[in-house]
């Protein structure tokens, strides 16, 4: 019972990934407070670090491999989102109105530059209901802290994941088709992989190589599987 409760919910993952994760996140933030108050210090009223960031620490270091987790959505998300925030709260009068628009928009915007990141939207709907100071700092407010806390929480990352044997930026292996064979078919197309995703009408947050060298690397377990005696274990 207690084995199933404390599972871990992502395939893949381990509790060494987990300390792991937990020991980044840590240093990120910490790092990216320290350095940023030597900037923000100068901008009474705004805060060293946005709230955000604490979502972004959970994908750069727990889901490093995470489409969603990349230097260009983290950065680009975030930044990006805050202006969006910032068009809505100046433009829309209604508080309500303004930061589900902001939400929204940011979304849509993110979605078109492929830079989605979740933590984008609460960036957005702070630029619409946080602090005073923040207002007051119109447009700014994207660079300092937007988008000095993203690069250094990027920066923490990269550096971070030198040492924790997850690649960052992450670059999935590149499969060609006709290695992509599945254990009980005579293989599959790219156009067959697409349809098979669009059947499942659902976004998934792997990267599409990734999961070509997952199908393949099954493959391979499953033929090496069949190729043993009967009643003999593989091994490693």
């Given at each position: 019972?207690?084995?199933?409760?404390?599972?871990?919910?992502?395939?893949?993952?381990?509790?060494?990934?987990?300390?792991?994760?937990?020991?980044g996140a840590?240093?990120?933030?910490?790092?990216?407070?320290?350095?940023?108050?030597?900037?923000?210090?100068?901008?009474?009223?705004?805060?060293?670090?946005?709230?955000?960031?604490?979502?972004?620490?959970?994908?750069?270091?727990?889901?490093?491999?995470?489409?969603?987790?990349?230097?260009?959505?983290?950065?680009?998300?975030?930044?990006?989102?805050?202006?969006?925030?910032?068009?809505?709260?100046?433009?829309?009068?209604?508080?309500?109105?303004?930061?589900?628009?902001?939400?929204?928009?940011?979304?849509?915007?993110?979605?078109?530059?492929?830079?989605?990141?979740?933590?984008?939207?609460?960036?957005?709907?702070?630029?619409?209901?946080?602090?005073?100071?923040?207002?007051?700092?119109?447009?700014?407010?994207?660079?300092?802290?937007?988008a000095?806390?993203?690069?250094?929480?990027?920066?923490?990352?990269?550096?971070?994941?030198?040492?924790?044997?997850?690649?960052?930026p992450?670059?999935?292996n590149?499969?060609?088709?006709?290695?992509?064979?599945?254990a009980m078919?005579?293989?599959?197309?790219?156009?067959?992989?697409?349809?098979?995703?669009?059947?499942?009408?659902?976004?998934?947050?792997?990267?599409?190589?990734?999961?070509?060298?997952?199908?393949?690397?099954?493959?391979?377990?499953?033929?090496?599987?069949?190729?043993?005696?009967?009643?003999?274990?593989?091994?490693?």
């Amino acid at each position: 019972m207690f084995s199933k409760l404390f599972s871990l919910i992502l395939p893949g993952a381990t509790w060494r990934d987990r300390g792991s994760a937990t020991v980044g996140a840590f240093l990120g933030i910490f790092l990216t407070g320290a350095i940023s108050y030597q900037f923000v210090a100068s901008a009474p009223g705004l805060s060293l670090l946005i709230a955000p960031m604490g979502a972004s620490a959970v994908l750069l270091f727990a889901v490093p491999s995470s489409p969603l987790a990349q230097p260009w959505p983290v950065l680009g998300g975030n930044v990006i989102s805050s202006l969006v925030g910032m068009g809505c709260a100046q433009m829309i009068a209604d508080p309500a109105l303004a930061a589900g628009s902001a939400v929204g928009l940011a979304i849509l915007v993110m979605s078109l530059l492929r830079c989605l990141h979740p933590p984008g939207g609460a960036t957005a709907l702070l630029a619409v209901v946080g602090e005073p100071a923040i207002a007051d700092a119109g447009l700014s407010f994207a660079v300092l802290p937007v988008a000095l806390n993203s690069l250094l929480m990027i920066a923490a990352a990269w550096v971070f994941h030198k040492f924790s044997r997850h690649s960052f930026p992450h670059r999935g292996n590149h499969v060609p088709a006709d290695e992509m064979p599945l254990a009980m078919t005579d293989g599959f197309r790219e156009e067959d992989f697409q349809a098979g995703l669009a059947d499942m009408h659902e976004a998934f947050d792997i990267d599409t190589d990734d999961l070509k060298e997952l199908l393949r690397r099954i493959e391979s377990h499953a033929a090496a599987r069949r190729e043993l005696p009967e009643g003999a274990s593989r091994k490693g």
